[in-house]
């Protein structure tokens, strides 16, 4: 199979320096049948490194755990790399490869354009930022987001661990993505009223055509209002579960060299945005599960930790 020689490289300094990756490692890429080329370049990477690597594909999935024989492969690996359309980052077989030590990059609907592009980034200032931010947020209660778009929305955090994530995969049992850039947290899940006008990204469906309202009482969507874009909620949550209305993950975007391309592995990193994510987020801190965790990426937001502002449409002012 032929590959990109510039993921190639790109792969080559994730694998080395972003998760380092020791010579009597084994280093497991999990990809998809329509994630295939990028996976076999990040696998050629890892090999011509001289490393023991395991490429495991399999069909692309919309919801759920990865298949049985993915998921052992993955509770047996030093180092993975998560290549994968839907993003595993929030499975339970996540969490057991964590749980065995497993070092874990997870880059689900990962695109040549963003290997090519965002990979190699300025990952010691992303994490001063996240770090700082997390730190904030760590001693925080409330907090509230509010747009000129409309949106305005209260939601504790109170007692909850605060996380960067920063790009640097070193520690054993850590897991991020990459690119990386954001700081985030999981709200109390029976908290969270207000409304949300959703005027960037929804994960999985896109940059929005049209602004998305979302109506939100005690941590759960309630309502969704608007024209195209809002429909294209609404089908998507039709197989999903219950739980997929649910209020799971708040985050600040800290990478300064992200762009919004409608790709939230990407989006949700953008400096100057937040989001809000809905579903599962039991392995971030949270006591929701669900099949699915999809982010909503929010322009230019105005937010407040226990009454202090710390971004103002946008800019970062703490």
């Known amino acids: 199979m032929k590959t990109n020689p510039k993921i190639v490289e790109a792969a080559k300094n994730l694998i080395a320096n972003c998760l380092g990756t020791k010579s009597d490692e084994k280093l497991l890429i999990v990809t998809d049948d329509q994630k295939m080329e990028i996976g076999y370049a990040f696998a050629k990477a890892g090999r011509e490194l001289g490393l023991d690597t395991v490429l495991v594909e399999s069909q692309a999935q919309a919801k759920g755990e990865p298949p049985e024989i993915v998921a052992k492969a993955m509770a047996d690996a030093d180092v993975e790399f998560l290549l994968t359309t839907m993003s595993y980052s929030h499975t339970a077989a996540r969490g057991k490869a964590n749980e065995n030590g497993a070092r874990v990059a997870s880059m689900p609907i990962m695109t040549e354009e963003i290997a090519e592009k965002y990979l190699d980034t300025d990952y010691k200032y992303i994490k001063e930022i996240s770090v700082k931010l997390a730190d904030i947020m760590k001693g925080s209660d409330n907090v509230r987001v509010e747009t000129d778009m409309g949106t305005d929305i209260s939601f504790s955090i109170t007692g909850r661990e605060c996380y960067a994530d920063t790009g640097e995969l070193t520690e054993k049992g850590c897991i991020g993505n990459l690119p990386a850039g954001e700081a985030y947290v999981a709200p109390l899940e ?20 049209d602004p998305v309202t979302l109506k939100v009482k005690d941590g759960r969507i309630i309502d969704i209002l608007g024209g195209e874009s809002a429909e294209d909620l609404k089908e998507f949550l039709k197989d999903k579960d219950d739980e997929a209305w649910g209020i799971a993950e708040f985050g600040i975007g800290t990478n300064p060299e992200a762009e919004l391309i409608g790709n939230p592995l990407v989006d949700e990193k953008v400096w100057g945005t937040i989001h809000i994510a809905f579903g599962t987020n039991k392995f971030m801190g949270g006591e929701r599960a669900s099949n699915t965790h999809y982010d909503c990426i929010i322009r230019k937001p105005t937010v407040y930790l226990d009454g202090k502002m710390i971004l103002d449409k946008g800019k970062h002012v703490y």
């Open 190 to 209: 029976n908290t969270g009223t207000g409304t949300l006008v959703i005027d960037g990204v929804i994960a999985y469906l896109g940059q929005v055509k």
